[in-house]
């Protein structure tokens, strides 16, 4: 799964710096159109689904909620995203990662 997925070394040196210097990166274009509809739809899903939820923890500028991976299929597929997780692996050098939280942020566009 892993050596099937072709890397851009001088992309790859690009994005361990940016980790080292934000200390995060963004991995451009790892998900197809498809599935970031699914992430959308899945988010909106919570929102209705979570409005009046007594744990819901709505951030001034977006909506922010955790644990979300067992909420909706579309986020457990961002695990298993084959791509992602090969580039995430070469990243840290390291290829036991283990998911201990996980956290949606929504920010609205413009904060």
């Not at 695990?79 to 996980?102: G, T, Y």
């Given at each position: 799964m892993l050596e099937d997925v072709i890397v851009d070394h001088n992309a790859l040196e690009a994005l361990r710096h940016e980790f080292d210097t934000l200390g995060y990166v963004v991995l451009r274009n790892t998900l197809d159109p498809d599935a970031v509809a699914d992430l959308l739809d899945a988010t909106q899903a919570l929102h209705v689904s979570h409005a009046d939820h007594p744990h819901r923890n709505p951030a001034p500028n977006g909506?922010?909620?955790?644990?979300?991976?067992?909420?909706?299929?579309?986020?457990?597929?961002?695990?298993?995203?084959?791509?992602?997780?090969?580039?995430?692996?070469?990243?840290?050098?390291?290829?036991?990662?283990?998911?201990?939280?996980?956290?949606?942020?929504?920010?609205?566009?413009?904060?």
């Open positions: 909506f922010n909620m955790r644990p979300v991976i067992d909420k909706h299929p579309a986020f457990l597929q961002l695990l298993i995203n084959h791509r992602a997780f090969a580039l995430i692996c070469r990243l840290l050098d390291h290829f036991n990662i283990q998911l201990m939280q996980s956290h949606l942020f929504e920010a609205n566009p413009g904060t």
